[in-house]
C-alpha cells in the first residue's frame, strides 16, 4: 500500500515583486529608452512643422497670394498678380509720383479700365482676339506677323521688358482697345455740327483790374483794344479778343453758368475761373455751328468720361488693396 506524504498545510512564501524606482512622468516611467523616444519624436514633430510651414509659405506665395482679389468691379475681378504685372509700367510712365500715391492711382486706372470695357460690352462695341493683337501692334509700331517676324520679336522683348505675361499683357491692351474704339463711338455720336457761341474776352489776373476794365467798357471803350493790350488770353488777344466757335459743353462752368439765357451783345463779368477774372462779351449763338476737329475730340472724351461717371454708379466696386498687398506686389514686380 502507497504511502500518503504528510502535508503541514501551510501557505507556501510568495516570492516578493521588485519595486519600480524608475522616476514617472504622467504615469510613464522614464529611463534613457523613454527618452531617446521623446527625443526623436519631438524632433520628428519639429521637422514636419518647419516642412509644413516651408510648404505653407510655397503654397502661399506660388498660389494663394497672387489669386488674391484686390479689387472687384462688377462681376470682374482683379488679382494681386495682375496689379504686381501693372506696376512696371505705370510706375515708369509716373516716376515723379510718390509710391504710394502711384498705388492708389495704379487701382483707381484699373477699375476705370474694368469699367470701360464693361461699357464698351453694354453698348455692343466687339473687341475680337484680333482687336487686340491689332492693338498691341499699333503699340509696337508695327504690323501684325507671325514667328520670326518684327511683331514676334518686338512683342517678345516687351513682354521681358514689362514682366508680363502673355495673357495679362492682352488684358492691358483689350482695355486700351475699349477705350479706343468707345472714344470713336462717342465721336460719330457727337457728329459734326451742333451749338457753338462765339466769345470776345478780357482776361486779367485780379478782380480790381477787372473792375476797372469793366467801367472803361461801360464808359464806351472799345473792348477788342482793351483786350489787346491787357488780356492774359495770348491767342485771343491776337484777334481782339475774339476766341474761336466753341460748344458751350466745353467752357468753364463758371463761365457757362454766366452765359446761360443770355442773348448776343451783352457784357458779362467778371467771372472768376481759376486764378483769373474773365470779362465776356457774346457775340454770337449759332444753333448749328461746325466743330472743329479738336472741339469733337473734347466733345467725345467729355461725354465718355460722363458714360463712365454713370456706369461707375451703377456698378458695385470693391476694393480690398492694403499694405501688405501693396509690399508682395512691389517685390514681386522688382
Known sequence: MARRERTTALPRARRRERADTRPRFLGIPIDDATVRLGILGGAAALLAIVLGLIGWHWYSETFRRPNEVVLTVGSDEVKLKYYSDRMVEFYQANPETPAALNAENLLSKLEEEALSIQLARDLGISMTGDDVTAGIAKALGV???????????LYRNRLKTTKMSDANYRKMTTAAVAGDKLLEYFTKAVGDRGETITLRSILVDSQEKA?????????????????????????????????????????????????????????????????????????????????GDADKQQLAQKKLDDAITTKRSQTTIKRSLDASAIDWATNHAK
Open 211 to 291: 473792375d476797372a476794365l469793366l467801367l472803361r467798357i461801360k464808359a464806351g471803350e472799345d473792348m477788342g483794344t482793351l483786350a489787346q493790350v491787357e488780356s492774359a488770353d495770348l491767342t485771343s488777344r491776337q484777334q481782339d479778343g475774339v476766341m474761336v466757335p466753341i460748344s458751350p459743353e466745353l467752357l468753364p462752368e463758371a463761365i457757362l453758368t454766366a452765359i446761360s439765357g443770355k442773348g448776343e451783345g451783352e457784357l458779362l463779368g467778371p467771372v472768376q475761373v481759376q486764378g483769373y477774372w474773365w470779362l465776356i462779351r457774346i457775340e454770337k449763338r449759332d444753333p448749328n455751328g461746325a466743330y
Open 143 to 153: 504690323p501684325v506677323g507671325g514667328p520670326g517676324s518684327s511683331f514676334d520679336t
